[in-house]
């Protein structure tokens, strides 16, 4: 169910197919650890025939990258990418097009995209940081609806409604089952390797394994970026390759991490304030949260039996034993329900109580 986050699965590239579903759904999405797959899958169970196209040109590492750090350079494949959409979907006659993130969309292309597909209610939903990618905002107005997963961006852009992110189904069934035998960890944290959380983990999971914690650490980097930071980043200076892998893990071998921990080690992006897919994963597989985000006792998610935050640059190595120590709690099932891709996908598609 899900694919990396270089790497379209099969369905994904196939053409699109002429369907007698009642409803046609266009999701423009970074196919990012298979989450578009899920939303996809989520949407064709409410009826929609869903077509689907990246937000980018391609998943190479360099297009990425370059689109990170010179997206002019890049003008001439992006337009010619967005034309491509265009005229593939021209004929088409949308009830809903849905894009997520939309990093290199213009907003010629969405103008031209709603004149071809007049009845289509547009939504956009952001789940990065508007600070990290500003270009975003240009295509507000172009939307019906909007929705960020940031509250500081709610905040500071009151045209998007806050909207957290989801845990998909295989989280809720891992929250479901009854744990028979103990865990094999206590703490495992999964993630992409930013500057923060590389320096970071770099000093607290050693410090950790030392208070005789059992800890499962996992930091993914592409190769380009990894280079990168070595040449610019002073928090990796003297970083080996053998820390990183280059791959990601697989999406059973996540599930199985999680499911056999006490609890998972989240630290978010420093230029972001939502809650990151891993916070709400964990929430929907009912394991106990260490999270640098102080953010997250905002939300109705948090109870201090379940969620402990700690103070990037000094954790307290003491507190994080006797919250791991301690019984969690479980919360109200109104509450789970409420960060479920199936609570997320009525939201934006507007069919909250239907």
Not at 17 to 45: D, K, N, Q, S
Not at 110 to 135: E, G, K, N, S
Not at 216 to 244: I, K, N, T, V
Not at 276 to 285: K, L, N, P, Q, Y
Request: hydrophobic fraction near 40%.
């Amino acid at each position: 169910i899900y694919t990396t986050e270089d790497t379209l699965s099969l369905h994904d590239a196939l053409p699109i197919f002429v369907t007698t579903a009642a409803r046609r759904a266009l999701l423009i999405c970074a196919p990012f650890f298979g989450y578009h797959t899920h939303i996809r899958e989520g949407l064709e169970r409410r009826g929609y025939a869903v077509d689907y196209r990246d937000d980018r040109p391609s998943q190479s590492l360099v297009v990425k990258a370059t689109l990170r750090v010179r997206p002019s350079t890049l003008t001439g494949l992006t337009d010619a990418y967005l034309a491509k959409i265009l005229d593939e979907t021209a004929t088409r006659d949308y009830d809903l097009i849905l894009v997520i993130n939309g990093r290199t969309l213009t907003p010629s292309f969405l103008q031209v995209l709603r004149a071809a597909h007049p009845r289509a209610t547009v939504v956009l939903y952001v789940w990065d940081a508007l600070t990290l990618y500003p270009q975003i905002l240009d295509l507000a107005d172009l939307c019906d609806r909007r929705f960020t997963f940031d509250s500081a961006d709610a905040q500071a852009h009151p045209e998007f409604a806050l909207l957290p992110l989801f845990y998909a189904s295989p989280y809720g069934e891992i929250g479901a089952r009854a744990s028979t035998t103990p865990p094999a960890y206590d703490i495992v944290s999964i993630c992409t390797a930013h500057e923060n959380r590389y320096a970071l983990l770099r000093d607290l999971v050693p410090a950790l394994e030392g208070r005789g914690l059992r800890v499962f650490s996992f930091m993914y980097l592409d190769w380009l970026r990894f280079a990168y930071y070595r040449l610019r980043s002073p928090a990796f200076s003297g970083a080996h390759r053998r820390e990183f892998s280059f791959r990601p893990l697989s999406a059973a071998q996540t599930l199985a991490t999680i499911a056999n921990t006490n609890a998972a080690l989240d630290i978010n992006h420093e230029a972001q304030t939502g809650l990151t897919m891993r916070t709400i994963e964990t929430v929907g597989a009912r394991r106990k949260l260490i999270t640098t985000n102080p953010h997250v006792t905002t939300y109705s998610l948090y109870d201090p039996a379940n969620v402990l935050v700690i103070d990037p640059t000094q954790p307290d190595l003491d507190a994080i034993g006797d919250f791991l120590a301690h019984p969690s709690r479980a919360l109200d099932d109104t509450i789970y329900a409420s960060y479920s891709l199936d609570h997320w996908l009525d939201t934006v598609t507007g069919s909250e109580g239907a």
